[in-house]
C-alpha cells in the first residue's frame, strides 16, 4: 500500500508570503504528526492530532503556525507571514493510535528567501 | 520540558569496527523507539523497546533499554556501508502521546 505522500516536495516562498504544506497519511491510521528538521537536528514536535483533533500543539513556535485535519485524514500545515527562520523541512508522519512506531512522509523542504 | 540528548553526535569507523550510540531521557519514558536516516531521506522506523531491561536484536543491531527506563543503546557489530546513516532515538511518553526526537548520532563507514 502507499506510504505517507507530502506536497509539495520543495517550497521556494518570499519573506511575508503564506504556505500550505499538505500531508497524505497511510490509510488507517488515526495519529497524525507534524515536525520540523533543520540540518544536522532531529524531528522537532510541532502538532500531533488523534483523529480531527489536535491532541498536543504545544510544539508549534507561535501563532503564525496552525495545523488541520478536518475529516481525520489529510492535514494541512499553514504558515502565516513566513520568516526565513522557518526554513527547513517539515516533516509529517502518521501511525496507528497508541505507542506505536511512526511512519514518516519524504518531507516538504520550505526555503524562505 | 522532557529531553533526550544522543552521544556521539558523530562517529567516523572502518568498515568491520563495531559503533554504539547511547540515549538519555530527562525523564521516565513509556517506551523508546529508534529510527534511522539515510542522507537526504526521511526517518525509517527500526524498533521499539517497551519493558525496563529489554534486549532486541535486528541481525547486526541490539538495541536495549536500560533498567530505569530513560536511556537506551543502539549497538551495530562488523559495520557495513549500508549502515551509513544518522539513528536517531525517540523518547514515548504515554501522558502526552508524542516522541521526542534526540539529535542523533551520524554514522560514516569507511570501506
Known amino acids: 500500500g502507499a506510504g505517507v505522500s507530502q506536497t509539495p516536495s520543495n517550497k521556494v516562498t518570499e519573506k511575508g508570503k503564506y504556505v500550505e504544506l499538505r500531508c497524505d497519511p497511510i490509510s488507517g491510521h488515526t495519529a497524525l504528526y507534524w515536525y520540523r528538521q533543520s540540518l544536522g537536528q532531529g524531528p522537532e514536535f510541532l502538532i500531533y492530532?488523534?483523529?480531527?483533533?489536535?491532541?498536543?500543539d504545544s510544539g508549534l513556535p507561535n501563532d503564525r503556525f496552525f495545523a488541520v485535519r478536518p475529516e481525520g485524514s489529510v492535514s494541512t500545515l499553514k504558515i502565516q507571514r513566513t520568516e526565513r527562520g522557518d526554513s527547513a523541512v517539515y516533516l509529517c508522519?502518521?501511525?496507528?493510535?497508541?505507542?506505536?512506531?511512526?511512519?514518516f512522509g519524504p518531507g516538504t523542504r520550505l526555503t524562505v528567501l | 520540558g522532557q529531553q533526550v540528548m544522543q552521544i556521539p553526535q558523530y562517529q567516523h569507523v572502518q568498515e568491520g569496527e563495531d559503533f554504539t550510540t547511547y540515549c538519555n531521557s530527562s525523564?521516565?519514558?513509556?517506551?523508546i523507539q529508534w529510527y534511522k536516516q539515510r542522507p537526504g531521506g526521511h526517518p525509517v522506523f527500526l524498533i521499539q523497546l517497551v519493558k525496563s531491561g529489554e534486549v532486541k536484536k535486528q541481525k547486526r543491531l541490539t538495541f536495549q533499554f536500560g533498567e530505569a527506563k530513560k536511556n537506551s543503546s543502539l549497538h551495530i557489530t562488523a559495520t557495513q556501508t549500508t549502515d551509513v546513516g544518522t539513528y536517531f532515538c525517540a523518547g514515548y511518553s504515554s501522558n502526552t502521546g508524542k516522541l521526542i526526537f534526540g539529535q542523533g548520532t551520524t554514522l560514516q563507514v569507511k570501506p
Open positions: 508522519a502518521s501511525s496507528l493510535a497508541g505507542p506505536y512506531g511512526q511512519f
Open positions: 525523564t521516565t519514558l513509556s517506551n
Open positions: 492530532f488523534q483523529g480531527t483533533g489536535a491532541a498536543d
